[in-house]
């Protein structure tokens, strides 16, 4: 065809339906409704470019419009289907809500009492719900906060902490200064404050006299950071915080502890894991946990001690820059207050019934049943292996897992894809059956088309 003649009537991309006629289709006038104008009229260009490259025929445009428009979610968070067996697992959201939570949380959604009272018709304090079930759960506290997350918390708390320029320094022991994740490191965090952090001890070894040296008119507060993501072993030592109370008391300056998992009493299997009971009673000041790691909530920084500190800490104007969110109120309260989290069912796992269950699996979709270990993952026992077991598929089964739907996250490891079902909920078995199959669908539609 010469150049010239490429723009004539018989010009099949002149037979694109125009954009007006598009939106003017009944399916797409009710979208409209559901999805915003920009939205719709995105969707509605990229069909049209791609009729306009020949990826389409342009009489298939209105159908591929609506086609669009349906599958289109109304946000890009997609669930996924954890097959990781890492319990919280900060890429996919930590951890899962209870039933509870999530009820809880779609009620507080709309207009909701959360800082007014019904009875009196007046402002009251906001989260008096979750205070209350804190201090029901954490009753060797005397009061509690919640705010945005556990950086958060420790944030407001070294700031608030601070009286002026001549009283700013958090001790710290230097074998306690962890990087959290992804470039974020706790002391930047402490320094980003404001606050002047004095380092003690040594990376492997910390003494009661290091504290006792380094407390001074200058001390705001000694910090006790749980160092929940790496272990020091051979010869180390680091001073209990029972040790650490009565230097703190005598001084008259805070103790906090910065506990991360969320534990609120001690949990057999990770006897390693501090948990918010013991610290307090041990005679920690304040407590810093994160809702949504072994607490298995929401986002949330839960700060829990004594009351003078706490009201300090409420008081402060950057309370209110770090405040959590109805929706995570809503969420923390109905996980305090309902049965076992998820996160801790799926820690506690009964091998033998996970062993069945995998066994029942791997058969349904021709794999491998083989010894797998589960993890805690972020924020708590990272290096204990939680027994269990996986079913082994081929390894070229993950991608097209984890872009299918349901998503599914598989752990490749030594030339297999494994399905770990420690976090994926018993009732989504027959869906990950089915994603296996449809993976394996894909993986044959795929090598079929070089020889077509
Ligand atoms: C996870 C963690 C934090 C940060 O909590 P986020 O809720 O992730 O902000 C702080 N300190 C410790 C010890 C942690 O484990």
Redesign the pocket.
């Known amino acids: 065809m010469r150049e010239d003649q490429r723009e004539t009537a018989e010009d099949p991309r002149r037979r694109i339906p125009r954009t007006d006629r598009l939106l003017a289709l009944p399916e797409v006038e009710r979208a409209r409704a559901a999805l915003g104008e920009h939205v719709v009229r995105g969707v509605v260009r990229a069909v049209q470019d791609r009729a306009r490259g020949g990826h389409i025929a342009p009489e298939d445009v209105p159908a591929e419009v609506l086609r669009a428009l349906g599958d289109r979610p109304s946000a890009s968070l997609r669930p996924v289907l954890n097959a990781t067996g890492v319990i919280v697992h900060t890429n996919l959201g930590r951890a899962p809500l209870s039933e509870p939570a999530r009820q809880a949380l779609l009620e507080a959604a709309g207009y909701t009492d959360v800082e007014f009272d019904l009875a009196q018709g007046t402002r009251s304090r906001r989260g008096a719900g979750v205070r209350t079930a804190l201090l029901g759960a954490c009753p060797d506290a005397e009061d509690a906060l919640v705010v945005n997350?556990?950086?958060?918390a420790?944030a407001l708390t070294t700031t608030a902490l601070a009286a002026g320029p001549e009283r700013d320094e958090v001790i710290v022991s230097r074998g306690e200064l962890?990087e959290?994740g992804a470039g974020f490191r706790?002391p930047d965090l402490i320094t980003s404050t404001g606050s002047t952090l004095r380092e003690v001890g040594t990376t492997n070894r910390t003494h009661a006299t290091d504290y006792t040296d380094a407390i001074g008119p200058a001390t705001a507060c000694v910090l006790r950071?749980?160092t929940?993501?790496y272990r020091i072993s051979g010869f180390t030592s680091a001073v209990p915080i029972a040790e650490l109370a009565p230097i703190c008391r005598d001084a008259g300056i805070p103790l906090i502890a910065?506990?991360?998992?969320g534990l609120l009493t001690p949990e057999a299997l990770l006897p390693d894991e501090p948990d918010i009971a013991t610290a307090l009673r041990d005679g920690a000041d304040l407590v810093?946990a994160?809702g949504?790691?072994l607490l298995g909530g929401p986002?949330a920084?839960i700060l829990l001690g004594r009351a003078d500190v706490i009201a300090r800490l409420a008081r402060h104007p950057l309370a209110r820059a770090v405040r959590a969110d109805k929706l995570a109120l809503a969420a923390l309260e109905a996980t305090l207050a309902g049965p076992t989290a998820p996160v801790l069912e799926a820690l506690r796992t009964d091998p033998e019934a996970l062993r069945e269950r995998t066994a029942r699996l791997a058969e349904r979709v021709d794999g491998r049943l083989v010894p797998h270990d589960g993890r805690v993952g972020?924020?708590?026992g990272a290096e204990v292996p939680l027994p269990g077991w996986a079913v082994a598929l081929e390894p070229e089964l993950a991608t097209p897992l984890r872009t299918g739907d349901p998503a599914v996250v598989p752990t490749v490891r030594e030339g297999e894809c494994l399905l770990d079902l420690r976090c994926v909920p018993e009732a989504d078995d027959d869906s990950l059956v089915e994603a296996v199959r449809a993976a394996r669908d894909t993986l044959a539609g795929r090598e079929e088309r070089p020889t077509r």
């Open positions: 997350n556990g950086a958060a420790l962890i959290i706790l950071i749980h929940s993501n910065d506990l991360g998992s810093i994160s949504d790691k986002q920084g972020g924020g708590g």
